[in-house]
């Protein structure tokens, strides 16, 4: 296992994710949730992801670049569907009862919530890509699933801590909608490339 690929993965894999949906998408999900409990869905989205991407390595390359943007157009309308619903539904508690809030923020619904909207947003994503290119331009798989899993789950950690804090300031079925937009924007972008 060399140590140079673990942190040259790490550094590509979390300036490549920083700025992406996968941030956003992790902070929207700290105002609704635990914290913790949205940290721990995410990564056990990302710990399935990474293993997928360097089980695949190379493989990926054989596929048609129409099916992988195709299959991303539809995970960005996926997430914007899911985050819209979201909204929703966080406008309906906040006017309801809080006990039923406090019910929704709480436990494997969290978890679950959390690691389906990552899970979803993350299929033919750049860091997925950049993992299973990793894998087949420097053959050693440990060394880029330790590397792409570490600056995965430091990314979310960040966007998890920056969530909480950001609900002070905003409401949060508004990053929902946010949220929402930019996937229907990305899922806009996909099918324009796709179609072009």
Do not use: N
């Not at 299959?71 to 985050?83: D, K, Q, S």
């Not at 290119?133 to 600056?151: D, T």
Request: glycine share 8%; hydrophobic share 60%; charged share 15%.
């Amino acid at each position: 296992m060399d140590p140079v690929v673990i942190g040259l993965t790490f550094f590509a894999i979390f300036v490549v994710e920083l700025p992406d949906k996968t941030f956003l998408a992790t902070l929207v999900l700290a105002t609704k949730y635990r914290p913790i409990l949205v940290w721990i869905g995410v990564g056990l989205a990302f710990l399935v992801q990474t293993t997928v991407a360097v089980l695949l390595g190379h493989a990926v390359s054989f596929l048609p670049e129409e099916v992988v943007q195709a299959a991303a157009g539809v995970m960005f309308l996926v997430g914007a569907v899911i985050l819209i619903r979201e909204g929703r539904s966080h406008q309906e508690a906040a006017a309801g009862d809080e006990e039923i809030e406090a019910k929704a923020v709480h436990g494997w619904r969290a978890i679950l919530a959390s690691f389906l909207v990552l899970f979803a947003a993350e299929w033919g994503d750049l860091s997925q890509l950049l993992t299973i290119s990793l894998v087949a331009k420097y053959e050693e798989p440990v060394a880029v699933f330790i590397g792409a899993l570490a600056a995965l789950l430091l990314v979310s950690g960040l966007a998890v801590v920056a969530g909480r804090q950001l609900q002070r300031f905003v409401k949060l079925h508004v990053l929902h909608y946010i949220g929402a937009g930019v996937c229907l924007l990305l899922a806009a972008i996909t099918a324009y490339e796709l179609l072009t």
